[in-house]
């Protein structure tokens, strides 16, 4: 897991001309892509970044998952492949909702980008054909309760959190969002650990 400063955060967004939110509670949801290519592992960042109404910076950074496990990489939900979010900036791509109509989490509703990786193997692939549009990959929990050990079944391509707690207060703040600036639309910005400028530390 890779962790960012504040400060250190922003940098990664204006390095690449990404919108960093900084009103009170105007959320800045990000995820950090390791540079490991075999699924499975909960070895990713998840996070969030913002400022409350004294001023004061947080981040918030957790352990997760931006890509699938191993079951969907050999088990393809569509034909032309399993997909991979691919790195970038997704304006309001998530708000809260029900994650395949079970619990809350947040759901996507604005298009991205993904790889479709259709080799059926257990190591990712980011050289297949890319797409553009709405397919469900929201940002949500693996068990209900505790710490998940290994992906397994629970990402066909969402983001997900290795602690379900971690996803309780990822939606509290989006709650605290909707409260002080009239909307609970949260964009989204993946990183890839190889392409950071600034220092981090691994944990």
């Known amino acids: 897991m890779?962790?960012?400063?504040?400060d250190g955060l922003k940098q990664e967004y204006d390095a690449r001309s990404y919108?960093?939110?900084?009103?009170?509670?105007?959320?800045?949801?990000?995820?950090?892509?390791?540079?490991?290519?075999?699924a499975g592992h909960f070895d990713d960042t998840l996070g969030l970044a913002w400022v409350?109404?004294?001023g004061e910076q947080w981040v918030f950074q957790v352990p997760g998952t931006t890509d699938p496990g191993?079951?969907?990489?050999?088990?393809?939900?569509?034909?032309?492949?399993t997909a991979i979010l691919a790195p970038g900036h997704y304006p309001k791509m998530y708000r809260p909702g029900k994650h395949r109509g079970k619990y809350r989490?947040?759901?996507?509703?604005?298009?991205?980008?993904?790889?479709?990786?259709?080799?059926r193997d257990r190591v990712l692939d980011y050289s297949g054909k890319r797409y553009t549009g709405l397919y469900g990959?929201?940002?949500?929990?693996?068990?209900?309760?505790g710490i998940t050990l290994y992906v397994?079944?629970?990402?066909?391509?969402?983001?997900?959190?290795?602690?379900?707690?971690?996803?309780?207060?990822?939606l509290s703040l989006v709650d605290k969002q909707?409260?002080?600036?009239?909307?609970?639309?949260?964009?989204?910005?993946?990183?890839?650990a190889p392409e950071l400028v600034t220092k981090r530390e691994a944990t």
């Open 2 to 6: 890779i962790t960012l400063s504040y």
């Open 19 to 38: 919108p960093f939110y900084a009103a009170p509670y105007d959320l800045n949801l990000f995820g950090i892509r390791s540079a490991e290519t075999r």
């Open 52 to 54: 409350d109404e004294e």
């Open 70 to 81: 191993a079951y969907y990489l050999e088990r393809p939900l569509n034909w032309r492949g």
């Open 105 to 119: 989490a947040l759901v996507q509703v604005s298009p991205c980008v993904v790889i479709r990786d259709n080799n």
């Open 137 to 145: 990959i929201n940002f949500h929990r693996a068990l209900a309760r």
């Open 152 to 170: 397994g079944p629970h990402s066909a391509g969402c983001q997900v959190v290795k602690q379900a707690h971690d996803l309780d207060y990822t």
């Open 178 to 192: 909707k409260l002080w600036i009239g909307s609970d639309d949260v964009s989204y910005s993946l990183l890839y």
